[in-house]
């Protein structure tokens, strides 16, 4: 047994660790035998010594040890972490057969604790790979899972981009940097469903993209395509960042989709791949400034839309912040109800993992009535199916949309 300790889980306890939940708290163990250092391979035993799962520690987090196999024949060594990433990897069956049939090189390959690599994200973009270390266990052992991961796939380099807060609670610094072969271009061009984009996995947002929309941007962006009138349909694209919707929108026969963001370079990068895409763009299809205002303005000028799309960014960071961040939610929704035309159409997203998806049509629905308008749901939406959710980890799920006919 090469295990560096024993975590000993409270008589009671271990319910969610047999029950393959990944994280054990600080509050479920009852002591620790042997003296793991952080990062560490434990074993975590029952109060009467039965073997109940693997993982590795960090005295540093709240989240005391993240599971990693409840075999005990499973060890965890490099041909572990090898044998885990193969299995992500090779489980990317759409994104696989996207590549085979055309030209699509941009995609999720390890979605961290729903595949079975807690604290881990490694995302495509063309030839070179994009990882995240969430945690301190992958944090110390990310050289090795980057020769793994150049060995599976060659890519023409490894890029670190591990800026999140989350590892604050882990007790690491932000880190960024190339971690093997060579260092990405400024913008490296990804084919994402036919459509090009240019992403900054330097300083972009996540690494660089915000992979987890394009099965809602493939929907979104066909929605007007057989409609007779598409033409003339006018989108609002708010929160638009680079771009995304507004590129499959216009490949959708749009007239115009009306880009707004706070970011002045996130929408001159929209632009740029609008352009790309061989679409005309114009200067008043970019408003920089704060949707909130921008919907406001909008309704005070009597403007209407035949479709929102609202993506904003994480309003809840955490359980506390749920109640400041659903008047968030409720707000921007009412104003899009009130901007869209009668049969028009309301695609509205969260990404905050604390509202939960029924709690989040709670939101919409409240934001329905104040509007006074009427409205049905046509479709619920999520994250893309390389952005999978393990039935043990519930908390995996947080992207959730709905879009709907407005009357
Ligand atoms: N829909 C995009 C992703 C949106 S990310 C895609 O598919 O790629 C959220 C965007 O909202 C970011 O670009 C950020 O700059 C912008 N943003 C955040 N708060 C904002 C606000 N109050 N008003 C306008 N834009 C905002």
Redesign the pocket.
């Known amino acids: 047994m090469s295990d560096q300790g024993v975590v000993v889980i409270r008589a009671g306890r271990e319910k969610a660790i047999r029950r393959r939940h990944p994280w054990v708290f600080s509050g479920a163990i009852a002591r620790v035998e042997g003296s793991p250092a952080d990062g560490d391979i434990v074993t975590v035993r029952g109060e009467s010594g039965e073997f109940l799962a693997r993982g590795y520690w960090n005295s540093r987090s709240l989240i005391r040890v993240r599971l990693l196999a409840w075999d005990e024949d499973e060890v965890c060594d490099t041909a572990f972490w090898e044998r885990r990433l193969k299995r992500a990897i090779d489980a990317r069956h759409v994104e696989n057969r996207i590549y085979r049939h055309g030209t699509a090189n941009a995609c999720r390959l390890v979605n961290a604790e729903s595949d079975g690599i807690p604290g881990l994200v490694v995302d495509r973009y063309g030839d070179w790979l994009v990882i995240q270390a969430l945690t301190l266990g992958i944090d110390v052992r990310k050289m090795m899972l980057a020769d793994v991961l150049a060995e599976l796939l060659n890519p023409a380099g490894v890029y670190e981009r591990s800026d999140v807060d989350i590892r604050q609670k882990e007790g690491l610094p932000s880190h960024t940097g190339l971690l093997r072969g060579q260092e990405p271009p400024d913008l490296i061009e990804i084919d994402e469903n036919g459509r090009r984009f240019l992403v900054d996995v330097r300083t972009g ?1 996540k690494t660089g ?2 992979l987890d ?1 394009r099965a809602n ?1 493939a929907t979104i962006g066909d929605w007007f395509r057989w409609d007779e009138k598409s033409d003339q349909r006018v989108v609002l ?9 507004a590129v499959y929108a216009l490949g959708g026969l749009v007239q115009r989709v009306i880009n ?4 002045a370079d ?1 929408l001159a990068m929209a632009r740029r791949n609008i352009a790309l895409n061989g679409y005309d763009t114009s200067d008043e299809d970019f408003v920089e ?4 205002q921008v919907l406001r303005a909008y309704r005070d000028a009597g403007q209407s839309f035949d479709m929102v ?1 609202l ?3 994480k309003f809840a960071q955490s359980a506390r912040q749920v109640e400041r961040a659903s008047r968030g939610y409720k707000d921007i929704n009412l104003l899009a109800f009130r901007l869209l035309k009668p049969g028009g159409v309301l695609a509205t997203f969260s990404c905050s993992g604390a509202i939960s998806e029924d709690l989040f049509q709670k939101i919409v629905f409240g934001a329905l009535i104040d509007s006074g308008r009427d409205a049905q749901i046509i479709q619920r939406l999520g994250q893309s199916s390389d952005h999978p959710v393990a039935l043990t980890f519930p908390e995996g799920a947080y992207l959730k949309g709905l879009l709907c006919r407005v009357w």
């Open positions: 947002h993209f915000y929309q941007r694209n708010a929160f638009a960042y680079t771009g995304g919707f707004v963001d706070s970011s996130a400034g704060d949707v909130f799309i993506d904003p960014p």
